[in-house]
Structure formats: structure tokens, C-alpha cells
């Protein structure tokens, strides 16, 4: 009566499971080492003086440590300018992509409406169109609308984000329809349900989108480096591509530019770590 195969099962497969664990944990530690040496690299290099960046044999650390890279930087003035610059669109970035999505996504969701199906399929489509052929027509209406140069022909078109409104629309397909129907029957309009009832219960989704939304707005160089020209309206990204080719080789201030244009979005994540984890375990960006 007694099955005696059952425990010896289980415990193979309690092997199996922490063998898989362990090389995760070993996979994840090698990704990790192959992120930070470059950083570590880049650290230790904005820390030398010219002179010792490009001796042989290759060193960490140098004869003797200098914050002198940093302070010409800083005495340059524009690492601050660009630093509000990349804050301030990214900030509105992030805000406007989170309405637009989430609204855009509360319809698909929701609300029934015709040509809801051919719409989604044209947003889906958006998804395989890459950002850089639309490159192009975009700086011709920002030019046509008088934006080029200003910081709403950076912030505009970045605003649009297929992906954010479907991971939006998997988080409201998530709330149970009875919450709907009951705030319908109480009077509540589609606006309120979703501005008091939706987006309280999809946080953890707005904060996923947010700082995904705000570290790649961040991050973006291409589309800001053609629709600005003046060095007054620069983000970190493309004011760092300007200064690297002033400077030429002047490799330990081009690697504290890189450090000082890092730093920010480093303290982001440190701030909300936690956010991002349970945004990607409850919005499904993990796959």
C-alpha cells in the first residue's frame, strides 16, 4: 500500500529545482560582473590624470588619484544645464506617456467602441515600425510647427508608446469586471471609474511604466541630438557627444562625463528598486 517512488520523485525533482536556481543565480552574477567592470572601468579612468589614461601596461588605478577631470567639467557649466534639460523632458516624457497610455489603454479595455479591433491592430503595428525610419517626417512637422530647438519637439513625438498601452491593457484586463458594472450602476462615469477606481489599482503598473519610461527618455540620444542644435536645449546624451568630439582624447573629462551623465538615473534605481521588480513580476515585461 505504501508507494515508496513518490519521495524518491520529489526529491529529484527538489534537486532538479535547486540545480536551476543555482545556475540562474550563476548566470545572473556573470551579467552583472560584465555590466559593472566597464562601469568600474570608466570610474577609475575619470580618476587619473590625461596623461596616465593611455599608458602601457594597462593600470586600475593610477600613480596618483585626481579629481581634476571632474572639476573642469563642472567649472564648464553645461553638465548642469544638460542635467535639467535630460530632467525635465524625461519628467514630462514619463507623465505624458503614462496619461496617453493608459487612457489609450482603458478604451481598448473597457469601453466598447467601433473600429476598437482595427485600431489595435494598427498599434500593434506601430511595435515593428522602428523609431529611426520615422525620423525623417517627424523633424519635418516639429521644423513645420516651429519646434525644432525647443523642448516640446523633444518631448512630443517620444510621448506615443505602443508598448506602454499594452501593458497597460494586460493590467486592466486583470481588474475584475464587477468593480465596473457595480461603479456604472452607482451613476460613475467611464472618466471617473478609470481616474479613481482604474488607475489606484494599476500602481504598480504606473510605477513599472514610469521608470522604465523615464530611464530610456533618459537615455535616448538619437532623436534629441538631430531636432536640437543649441547647446542650451541638450540632453545628457547628445551634450556628451558634443563635448567628446571637443575634447578629442582627453579621455579621463570624457569618462567623468560619462560617470556624471550616469549618476542619475544609478540613484533612480537605487530609489526604487523594489518598484521596478514588482512592476515586471505584475505588468508581464518579463515574458
Given at each position: 500500500m505504501t508507494a515508496v517512488p513518490a519521495p524518491r520523485a520529489t526529491l529529484g525533482v527538489g534537486r532538479s529545482s535547486s540545480l536551476a536556481r543555482a545556475l540562474i543565480y550563476v548566470a545572473l552574477i556573470v551579467l552583472a560582473i560584465v555590466w559593472l567592470v566597464p562601469f568600474l572601468w570608466a570610474l577609475a579612468t575619470s580618476f587619473k590624470p590625461d596623461a596616465?589614461?593611455?599608458?602601457?601596461?594597462?593600470?586600475?588605478?593610477?600613480?596618483?588619484?585626481t579629481f581634476e577631470a571632474y572639476r573642469l567639467i563642472i567649472e564648464d557649466g553645461r553638465i548642469l544645464r544638460w542635467w535639467f534639460n535630460s530632467f525635465l523632458t524625461a519628467t514630462v516624457i514619463t507623465a505624458g506617456t503614462i496619461f496617453t497610455a493608459s487612457l489609450a489603454?482603458?478604451?481598448?479595455?473597457?469601453?466598447?467602441?467601433r473600429g476598437s479591433e482595427a485600431l489595435m491592430w494598427l498599434l500593434l503595428a506601430g511595435l515593428i515600425v522602428p523609431f529611426q525610419a520615422l525620423i525623417v517626417p517627424l523633424f519635418a512637422e516639429m521644423t513645420a510647427f516651429g519646434l525644432a530647438d525647443t523642448y516640446w519637439g523633444i518631448i512630443l513625438p517620444q510621448i506615443?508608446?505602443?508598448i506602454a498601452v499594452l501593458v497597460f491593457k494586460r493590467a486592466f484586463?486583470?481588474?475584475?469586471?464587477?468593480?465596473?458594472?457595480?461603479?456604472?450602476?452607482?451613476?460613475?462615469?467611464?472618466?471617473?471609474?478609470?481616474?479613481?477606481i482604474w488607475l489606484?489599482?494599476?500602481?504598480?503598473?504606473i510605477a513599472a511604466v514610469g521608470i522604465f519610461t523615464f530611464v530610456i527618455a533618459w537615455n535616448n540620444f538619437l532623436w534629441p541630438f538631430v531636432v536640437t542644435s543649441a547647446a542650451d536645449r541638450m540632453t545628457i546624451p547628445a551634450g556628451l557627444a558634443t563635448v567628446?568630439?571637443?575634447y578629442g582624447a582627453l579621455y579621463a573629462q570624457q569618462m567623468a562625463l560619462?560617470?556624471?551623465?550616469?549618476?542619475p538615473?544609478?540613484?533612480?534605481?537605487?530609489?526604487?528598486?523594489?518598484?521596478?521588480?514588482?512592476?515586471?513580476?505584475?505588468t508581464g515585461l518579463k515574458g
Open positions: 596616465e589614461t593611455t599608458v602601457a601596461p594597462v593600470s586600475w588605478r593610477a600613480e596618483k588619484e489603454a482603458f478604451a481598448f479595455s473597457r469601453v466598447r467602441f506615443a508608446s505602443p484586463d486583470a481588474i475584475p469586471t464587477e468593480l465596473e458594472e457595480s461603479a456604472l450602476v452607482d451613476g460613475a462615469s467611464h472618466w471617473r471609474i478609470y481616474w479613481q489606484p489599482l494599476s500602481r504598480a503598473t567628446l568630439a571637443q560619462a560617470v556624471l551623465g550616469a549618476l538615473l544609478l540613484v533612480v534605481f537605487l530609489l526604487f528598486q523594489r518598484q521596478i521588480v514588482q512592476g515586471i513580476a505584475n
